[in-house]
């Protein structure tokens, strides 16, 4: 087997084995890379000497029997959202063109500690604003199942790269589905994790209440030793939750009798792809088969989480983002009169089209005059729609549907419209509003030979249910 | 398109925002966040008179430590990242 196609669990059991070495292991991501790249885009930075430079310590460490795991040896591609120390971080845009960070994410030290090897940063949309990573300043990322198509996104990099064998696996960050959507386009395997759960410190961050890190994997298996890796509470992030049931891979058994799933009929209506509606229902049919109770629901507001979506999260990032201001890091214009005109033309001059919409719009509904009638009338809404999770969870174990209304769409055909671009996330961004965990995992593929994918969401704290259905799932459709 | 943005509400979103908007742009600003606010008030379908804001869907309390520094003296790292500096201090342009 190519090392390319192995999965990390794979990859570090070989090398524990002495069958290869991190180093062979990483010479032959990085030679793929070096074939690939220019087709996908998938890298901002690759970083082969500081990869093979890691590899070689690591290798010293597994071979003295300090490291073990399984992530010990294995190659990873970082969004690149997170701060790397020593290593350029641009969050896909103009305005950090030049921004090379003084510490690293704590949930990027985690996997160090786990023994992983850096490869280098993921295109993404710029600052996580998009669906298909079109927005970055670095040039769009494209599908590898079909270049003509985008990747998803805003984790749009890390998805393709996994899919094009360019890494082992990936990390990304979600804030409205952007792990899962682009999990589901690429055909691998996504997951956002509770609210909380992995430390956000060292994120670039976009929309604070919303954001999570998660992984994107070759299978259901990753998923879990690589989220196990990531949680920890960290003093430094204080939404971070101090867990004692993160060890994931527990749960990587073949069991899902009695398991209450529902399907909203909300997520099967007006708007979804009719391969993708069957082969999501044909999904449901594996489960039920394996023991599962399946029933058909109605969870209600499902119209209302992206308005609500979008006027908190560009509430937030419009503060978030207050602090490009040219002059502590990033890109500074050349041409100004005085301080604050500086300040203006550097962001205006540094931020792309999609992040200059949300943080206009975010500033306004912030904005004397209008905050109750729009930021307050959100949070409210929020309130309701994690009420109507709280009855869902009541009777059901795992809310089941499609991850987005079709598969990837073809480049240059969804930026034309914002608004239509939003709707595509209308199953996954009700998810971050009520802080859940949800996993996008692979179900079969269009008439186009792109992939479709299936969502699972759980309660708070439950993602070890998900894992359960995910694998149980992935065993019985191979 | 039920919100119309005036230019002067353009104008005082450029402020906030700190962005500076080509007319173009302005334009452009003005009818994306109409459109975008004709759909943000669908919203206002939803009684919510008697619901409490949920900022987070946790029961978060702010979080407190010791005072202590914790951190080394980074400043060299720190300044390496600014356009312009000069005896250990970030440079802007003259405020006065």
Redesign the interface.
Known sequence: MNITDMTAVQLSAAIKEGKTTAVEAVEAVLARIEEEDKKYNCYVTVDREGAVAQAKKVQAQIEAGTLQGPLAGVPVALKDNLCTEGLLTTCSSKILY???P?YTAEAVKNLTRAGAVILGKTNMDEFAMGSTTETSAYGPTRNPRNPEHVPGGSSGGSAAAVAAGECIYAIGSDTGGSIRQPASYCGVVGMKPT??TVSRYGLIAYGS?LDQIGPLTKDVTDCAAVLEALSSHD?RD??S?ARDDTDFTSALTEDVEGLRIGIPNDYLGEGLDAEVKEAVLRAAEVLEKKGALVERFDLS?V??A???Y??IAAAEA?SNL?RF????????AKE?A????????S??EG?GEEV??R?????????SGYYDA?Y?????????I?KAFDEAFAKYDIILGPVAPTTAPKLGESLTD??QMYLGDIYTIAVN???LPGISIPCGQDGKGLPIGLQMIGD?FQEKKLIRAAYTYEQGAV | MANIISDETIEYVGILAKLELSEEEKEQAKSDMGRMLDYIDKLGELDTADVEPMSHVFPVQNVFREDVVTNGDEREQLLSNAIQEKDGMFVVPRTF
């Open positions: 030049n921004f090379v003084t609210y909380g209440s003093e204080s939404t939750i507001l119209d209302y992206i308005p609500a979008y006027t419009s207050e201001d040219g002059i502590k890091y990033g890109y500074r100004y005085g301080l604050h005109n500086m300040y203006k033309k962001r205006s931020f200059k919409r943080i206009m719009l975010g500033s306004f509904v912030l904005s729009y307050l009338k959100a949070l409210k809404v929020k309130a309701l994690k914002p608004i509003l009520a802080g708070c």
